[in-house]
């Protein structure tokens, strides 16, 4: 299915914010279904190293405060 998983968590109406998707048969084909996040996903410091990695490739800086 491909992108669908993507699309669907981006455009379903029952989608909310936090919601993870993927594909139903074996997590690798199938109609999008939700799914519980990985630990790795939900990792504050997987999330910095993400976002300065991501920052650093794109030329670019967000000075972002929560």
């Known amino acids: 299915m491909g992108a669908l998983p993507t699309l669907y968590a981006a455009t379903g ?3 909310e914010g936090g919601d993870f998707f993927g594909p139903k048969h074996l997590k690798t084909f199938g109609y999008p279904v ?11 410091t997987g999330a910095k190293k993400l976002w300065t ?11 972002i405060k929560k």
């Open 13 to 15: 109406r029952e989608v």
């Open 34 to 44: 939700r799914e519980d996040p990985s630990e790795q996903s939900k990792s504050e």
């Open 53 to 63: 990695l991501s920052e650093r490739l794109a030329h670019l800086s967000f000075d």
